[in-house]
């Protein structure tokens, strides 16, 4: 079976530095996805991992070591407008499913 | 360039009900994937639609249902419908062929079983 952990909730500061971590337990790996869901809102697309290393876009960016089974993501520079949920993601190997955390609530303060 | 729709966007609906969620997939995508989406929670898997035929499917019991249409559109349909079917029910679409890593959301339709 496939599990993912987040941590529930993360409480920072505008303008600072957040990092937001993923681990999860698969039979296989097929990528990583980063989304972010804002209250009420569809979940969009942040980052895509499949090989190790930073994968950088922007104040966001995406970590990946497969053989930890450990993601994180990190956002920088930290605005209002980042208060959200964000969601980590795996495809489950082999077939065309998703599988998602619980999400982590970020609360961005001033 | 239209994103991926959902209609309704809210649903009320009584125990025992029927319900079908709609939803147009973004431009130049084949393939919808629906999720259920319970407060607090992440989404869901329910299944995945791909040349009009269900590829794909999550731990959902039968009376969920649905059906994909020439046009690459896709219906979800909840039959006999109970208090736990209460949530967010999210629609993405994505291209059928690699790489389709992306999927895009659609704005959810809220259902609410009472």
């Known amino acids: 079976g496939q599990n993912i952990d987040q941590p529930t909730e993360m409480t920072a500061t505008e303008g600072a530095i957040v990092q937001i971590n993923c681990t999860y337990q698969?039979?296989?790996?097929?990528?990583l996805f980063w989304y972010q869901q804002h209250a009420g809102e569809a979940p969009t697309f942040l980052s895509y991992n499949v090989l190790d290393g930073l994968e950088e876009k922007g104040r966001f960016s995406s970590f990946l070591s497969r053989s930890k089974g450990y993601s994180y993501l990190l956002l920088k520079e930290l605005q209002m407008k980042d208060s959200a949920s964000y969601l980590c993601a795996v495809r489950d190997p082999g077939t065309y499913k998703y599988i998602f955390g619980t999400g982590t609530r970020l609360k961005v303060l001033a | 360039d239209a994103g991926v729709t959902q209609s309704p966007t809210h649903l009320i609906k009584t125990r025992g009900q029927q319900v079908t969620l709609r939803c147009s997939p973004k431009?130049?995508?084949?393939?919808v994937s629906w999720y259920q989406q319970a407060l607090g929670q992440g989404p869901q898997f329910i299944f995945q639609y791909y040349e009009e035929e269900e590829r794909q499917r999550g731990n959902f019991p039968d009376r969920f249902s649905g059906h994909q249409f020439p046009n690459y559109s896709s219906e979800l349909n909840v039959n006999a419908l109970l208090l736990g079917d209460s949530a967010l029910y999210l629609c993405?679409?994505?291209?059928?062929?690699?790489?389709?890593?992306?999927?895009?959301f659609g704005p959810g339709t809220r259902l609410t079983v009472t």
């Open positions: 698969t039979s296989g790996f097929n990528g």
């Open positions: 993405a679409s994505s291209k059928g062929r690699p790489p389709n890593h992306e999927q895009y």
């Open positions: 431009s130049g995508h084949d393939t």
